[in-house]
């Protein structure tokens, strides 16, 4: 039998209405990117603004981890420790999703992905075994044609990102004081501001077009995307951390979880602000979100009481699917740019079908990983190398 867990490694309670507020951006995301199949562009998205969801992603990630692990290291909890429940929280299901992106790999031969065909068997099992690694691919390895940083799973590139802010908490910024850890986020802030407002002060955002205003990017190794993929994590991940260690909560009385996701359906769904050209006004409201509306919702969800079992049990829910849902879903939107594109002519209620079925497949398929997969396989790696079996 695994021993007990000693209490430097025991659980915390969690932030229920985080939990859940996580899950709604999930599926948001994928909403996102149905729709992102359609689009001519930022500019015509339809749930406009679903991108900002991973700088709501890191900004959660930040406070979480600061309440998970901030009082731990003064306990005797060492950096491998640390390294080793990140690893097992996060890389079962960068594994399975890139598995999955694997089996899907040849049925996603669309406009745009022209390296598909022209990639033997054995470079798809190379890159799968880089992916399930968290290996980054550079652009000169990409075997779709978007020159991701996984080319069989897209979404991993925000869990490279996370990788990276825990290795530089754990490193670096848990020994911060506040007023440490507020001087780098106020000077991170200059590259959001940077990225959002389009200044390109250093000289990284040139070529940037269409999405000239907006935070999209950071999903490859070429100069530019490193460079906005450190911008759009730096400031959000550790103002998440600075909100938890100052204590930051807004109390909303009644209905916290209901009012945070109608706040997050709102904020990611508004359309393209200033006209249908890339334009300062839809920057500025790209910097609101991330300095303004998305510390106050977890701020929000953070001080607010959770009510009633049936929304207990939402948060639980999707809280737990959140994750799975995130890394899994992207493989089958590739399928979906390739079904829409062999079929333009068909009826739209046959578009909307088919995305409504992908939609719920999706879940379904995060589900089934969570109970099927993930759970066990995080219980035995646990057992094994957390709390070690006798």
Request: net charge positive; proline share 5%; with cysteine.
């Amino acid at each position: 039998m695994a021993t007990e867990a000693p209490p430097l490694l025991s659980s915390k309670p969690r932030f229920e209405i985080l939990d859940g507020l996580r899950g709604v951006a999930a599926m948001i995301v994928v909403v996102f990117h149905l729709f992102e199949t359609y689009s001519k562009g930022p500019c015509s998205q339809i749930v406009n603004h679903g991108y900002l969801a991973v700088d709501f992603f890191f900004i959660l990630s930040g406070f979480v981890i600061g309440y998970a692990y901030d009082d731990r290291w003064s306990k005797g909890m060492t950096q491998w420790d640390f390294y080793k429940r990140r690893l097992i929280r996060l890389q079962p299901m960068v594994i399975l999703g890139t598995l999955i992106g694997a089996f899907w790999f040849y049925f996603g031969d669309a406009p745009g992905f022209d390296l598909v065909m022209q990639t033997p068997w054995w470079k798809v099992l190379l890159i799968t075994l880089l992916g399930c690694l968290m290996f980054p691919t550079p652009p000169s390895m990409d075997i779709r044609g978007w020159r991701e940083i996984n080319s069989l799973n897209g979404a991993a590139w925000s869990l490279m990102w996370e990788y990276v802010a825990n290795i530089l908490y754990a490193s670096v910024f848990r020994r911060f004081s506040k007023v440490a850890l507020a001087l780098f986020v106020a000077i991170s802030a200059v590259l959001t501001f940077d990225l959002c407002l389009n200044l390109d002060i250093f000289g990284m955002l040139e070529g940037r077009m269409a999405e000239a205003h907006t935070v999209i990017g950071g999903f490859g190794l070429s100069p530019d995307q490193i460079y906005i993929g450190v911008a759009r994590l730096l400031f959000p991940f550790f103002g998440g951390l600075l909100i938890y260690r100052l204590g930051m909560r807004i109390k909303l009385s009644r209905n916290g979880f209901i009012w945070c996701s109608v706040a997050m359906a709102v904020i990611l769904s508004v359309p393209h602000l200033g006209g249908d050209t890339p334009n300062m006004l839809n920057g500025i409201y790209c910097a609101a979100c991330i300095f303004l509306l998305f510390p106050m919702v977890v701020m929000a969800g953070a001080g607010s009481p959770l009510e009633g079992k049936k929304t207990i049990a939402v948060c639980k829910f999707l809280g737990a699917i959140s994750y799975p849902l995130y890394i899994t879903h992207y493989p089958m939107i590739y399928v979906q740019m390739e079904w829409a594109a062999r079929h333009a002519d068909a009826p739209v209620g046959t578009h909307i079908w088919v995305a409504v079925v992908i939609f719920l497949a999706s879940i379904a398929v995060a589900y089934a990983s969570l109970k099927a997969y993930d759970t066990p396989v995080r219980k035995w790696l646990t057992d094994k190398f957390v709390y070690h079996k006798k």
